[in-house]
């Protein structure tokens, strides 16, 4: 339990830190440039064409072999910025928690990074805040928020401390505000009830990162 009227000691916070990590989503690393290109010609179909492209080429059909080789560039060329997407998509995705938020703390207020915010955190939100975390809302003056990034609702969402259903859909949890997304109007206090890869926004990256190659 926490006190919304004084948040947590630090002994307290820094011992959840420990438990539950920092507030962070994994960034998985990287492929170069020239590896990334190099992958999309090395799949089974695409060394048959380079395969038929240099064999029409000895036999003198330079049209034919200019035509199967166009047919790769154009192939490596898409997968090379298909792939690059997805990878820019995770990386944006994690920098939504690398924010700062105004935080309770043993009954004060202070500014911390969002990377140290752990569960039963007490944190104060206003118009222009990023949301660091999952927060259950407990007071509430007004606040809307922008989620499109998790629901797809183009609006300003009113949110309420009330207590709703535990079946309750994403997008009708009006007592929920979740990492990533935007306060653009009103102020609330919330605690922190998930972090990381437990917040709405991790289970998202998490599916993004799961998704399997297609195989040709």
């Not at 998509?89 to 004060?108: F, H, I, K, P, Q």
């Not at 003056?141 to 969402?157: D, F, I, P, R």
Request: hydrophobic share 50%.
């Amino acid at each position: 339990a926490t006190d919304t009227a004084r948040g947590l000691s630090e002994a307290e916070a820094a011992e959840r830190l420990r438990l539950h990590g920092e507030n962070r989503l994994p960034v998985l690393p990287g492929k170069s440039a020239l590896r990334r290109f190099a992958e999309q010609l090395v799949q089974p179909l695409v060394l048959v064409l380079i395969l038929a492209g240099a064999v029409t080429a000895a036999l003198g059909e330079w049209v034919d072999s200019g035509v199967i080789f166009g047919v790769v560039l154009v192939n490596a060329t898409i997968g090379f910025f298909q792939e690059g997407k997805a990878e820019a998509a995770l990386a944006a995705l994690a920098r939504t928690l690398a924010s700062d938020a105004t935080v309770l703390r043993e009954g004060s207020k202070c500014r911390l990074s969002a990377h140290v915010l752990v569960p039963g955190d007490v944190v104060l939100l206003a118009a222009g805040d990023r949301v660091p975390a999952d927060l259950r809302l407990v007071e509430s003056h007004g606040l809307k928020a922008m989620e499109s990034s998790l629901t797809g609702e183009s609006a300003a969402v009113h949110k309420m401390p009330q207590a709703l259903p535990v079946d309750t859909s994403l997008a009708d949890r009006s007592n929920m505000a979740y990492a990533g997304t935007m306060v653009v109007g009103g102020q609330a206090t919330g605690v922190v009830a998930a972090t990381g890869v437990a917040t709405e926004t991790g289970r998202v990256s998490r599916l993004m990162a799961e998704v399997p190659d297609l195989q040709t």
